[in-house]
């Protein structure tokens, strides 16, 4: 976790209206893909970038959904 968290600093910032969120964004992307999210998609959140949504369905009981967020 400490790596992880490490990581995110060594981007620097990531508003979106830096340019520096689209980065962001797509780093994000790369990480849900890694962790074997199939259903990952993106959606407008401003002129800059946009936020990324992935589904990832549950084996035990796939008719219940989890949300899980990050700002």
Same mark, same amino acid.
Not at 8 to 19: F, K, T, V
């Given at each position: 976790?400490? @790596? ?8 620097? $910032?990531?508003?979106? *209206?830096? =340019?520096?969120?689209?980065? !962001?964004?797509?780093?994000? *992307? &790369?990480? %849900? &893909?890694?962790? =074997?999210?199939?259903? +990952? $998609?993106? %959606?407008?959140?401003? @002129?800059? $970038?946009?936020? +990324?949504? !992935? +589904?990832? /369905? #549950? +084996? @035990?009981? /796939? *008719?219940?959904?989890?949300?899980? #967020?990050?700002?």
């Amino acid at each position: 976790m400490q @790596a992880r968290v490490q990581e995110m600093q060594n981007m620097g $910032s990531r508003r979106s *209206e830096d =340019g520096t969120g689209v980065t !962001a964004q797509h780093r994000l *992307e &790369q990480q %849900f &893909q890694a962790l =074997g999210y199939t259903d +990952v $998609s993106t %959606f407008s959140y401003n @002129a800059w $970038s946009d936020c +990324v949504i !992935a +589904v990832k /369905p #549950g +084996v @035990a009981t /796939p *008719e219940q959904i989890y949300v899980i #967020g990050g700002h």
